[in-house]
């Protein structure tokens, strides 16, 4: 069975959701027949690299709060995040552009790091004081020599504007396709869609629900075919 999620690395409930859906996975009794699959989502597509600015003044800004009510709301993602055994700056992050980290994330599915490099990347942004927006190129680079991609490569895409841009755009496409709205979004065996982080007990209920209503193969028809034994031969 496949869960694909879509999510981006400027996302605090991203972060959130990832660590309830994988506490859920870990008590899921198959869980070793499950796939992950992460796939891109921007949630500031038009932000052009090197714009960063500071996450309470966005906030404000955006959703036309106070300063005092968005460190407000910050506070309340520390909270949510430690009750995950997350570690969560609530004060002095920047926001930025986030093109760069999905394609480095997609050169990491590449290569059989996108786990690694996402975790890395979540622990970066929240919970260190470097920012992968203001330091960006160096600070990304060194997190994905950490993750185990090979640093030439990292710069080769990083100096590529059009390296995997379209696989992030790919995975964009698809979701506006499945009506993705919002991040994080989890699919599960292309059965259901959970949107948002929700406890682990609904991600439980879901994995349950899509893993026990999976149809196994009809078969049209039978014809000659070969098999563990090798293939028969038709006598003459």
């Not at 404000?60 to 993602?77: D, F, H, T, V, W």
């Amino acid at each position: 069975m496949r869960v694909e999620i879509w999510s981006d690395i400027a996302c605090p409930w991203c972060y959130v959701g990832k660590a309830r859906f994988e506490k859920a996975l870990a008590a899921f009794a198959h869980r070793d027949d499950v796939e992950v699959v992460h796939r891109s989502f921007e949630l500031d597509p038009g932000r052009a690299k090197g714009d960063v600015e500071p996450v309470l003044g966005l906030l404000a800004k955006k959703y036309g709060m106070s300063e005092e009510q968005a460190r407000a709301g910050e506070a309340n993602l520390a909270t949510q995040a430690a009750g995950e055994g997350l570690p969560y700056r609530a004060e002095g992050r920047d926001h930025g552009g986030t093109f760069d980290l999905h394609r480095l994330l997609q050169l990491a599915k590449e290569r059989g790091r996108q786990a690694e490099l996402l975790d890395l990347f979540y622990r970066a942004n929240f919970a260190e004081e470097r920012s992968v927006f203001a330091d960006a190129d160096e600070y990304l680079v060194e997190l994905a020599v950490e993750a185990g991609l090979a640093e030439d490569e990292v710069r080769t895409v990083l100096g590529d504007p059009a390296a995997f841009a379209d696989e992030v755009r790919a995975d964009e496409r698809e979701a506006a396709e499945l009506g993705v709205s919002g991040v994080p979004f989890f699919v599960i065996d292309r059965r259901y869609g959970v949107s948002g982080a929700q406890p682990a007990e609904l991600f439980s209920q879901a994995l349950t629900q899509a893993w026990g209503e999976r149809s196994p193969l009809t078969v049209l028809s039978d014809g000659d075919a070969c098999g563990p034994e090798g293939c028969e031969v038709p006598a003459r």
